[in-house]
């Protein structure tokens, strides 16, 4: 497991170049991509690099990690919705090479056979991007999720509600549940990139990076893949950097 450790601004430049390097080595690849505010820099550093000519999309495919049950692809805060409007429309993405779950399919669990062997059938992933949630979950992988799960849907948990009524108007309107990809189809990715910001992920970085590996945190599952580069900021490094000094 590498660690860069970085200001903001270089830590959304490190996962931009990441991401273009594979893109560039491989341009038919399949990335696996994350939402929420993590990303965000590196995806409008993606589309500067795709502006300045650095990189083109014509051949990609990808896969987002999760979306919500039950809200309509154009609401404001559908994954659907934020792949749009933070990456896919901003670059030369052929329409149709872009998967994110259905959380409105009238079979979910029909749905996240059909998503898992649409990621088999695409050859698999070959750079997953992830950010972590403050009790550790990647995807909406909460505590507790076997590392054995493919693609499901989850029932989201209090702290992860909470943690996401930020986006909402009201923490009512939080959906309740998710279909996600599993531990198992996030690990199954060549290279995975976690990236973390913040105090809040501080903890849980920890936990996660130094602790044992246990479904109890989820992200702990990365200390056993091959290939992992864990992006964090100085906020969200300070807790190991205090245990390293
Ligand atoms: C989003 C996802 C989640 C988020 C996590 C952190 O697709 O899968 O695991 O990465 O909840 O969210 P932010 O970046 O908003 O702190």
Do not use: W
């Amino acid at each position: 497991m590498e660690i860069f450790i970085g200001t903001e601004a270089e830590c959304d430049e490190l996962g931009a170049r990441e991401i273009a390097n594979q893109i560039k080595s491989k341009p038919d690849c399949v990335l696996g991509l994350a939402t929420g505010s993590t990303p965000e820099g590196i995806y409008r550093k993606l589309v500067e690099k795709h502006r300045n000519g650095e990189v083109s999309f014509a051949r990609v495919t990808t896969f987002n990690l999760d979306e919500y049950v039950g809200i309509p692809e154009s609401h404001e805060c559908s994954y659907h919705y934020f792949m749009d409007t933070n990456l896919f429309r901003h670059v030369d993405i052929r329409p149709g090479a872009t998967h994110v779950p259905n959380g409105n399919a009238p079979d979910l669990n029909a749905e996240c056979k059909r998503y898992e062997e649409m990621i088999a059938q695409s050859g698999g992933i070959d750079l997953q991007l992830l950010g972590i949630g403050p009790n550790g979950h990647i995807g909406f992988n909460e505590p507790g999720t076997p590392f054995e799960s493919l693609t499901h849907v989850v029932d989201l948990t209090e702290s992860t509600i909470n943690a996401n009524s930020r986006f909402f108007e009201s923490h009512d309107q939080v959906p309740r549940q998710a279909v996600t990809m599993g531990i198992k189809s996030i690990m199954q990715a060549r290279r995975i990139i976690l990236v973390a910001k913040g105090a809040s992920k501080a903890r849980v970085i920890m936990k996660a990076i130094k602790g044992p590996v246990t479904p109890k945190v989820p992200a702990s599952v990365l200390q056993l893949h091959p290939n992992v580069l864990i992006i964090l900021d100085h906020d969200a490094a300070s807790e190991l950097t205090s245990c390293i000094k």
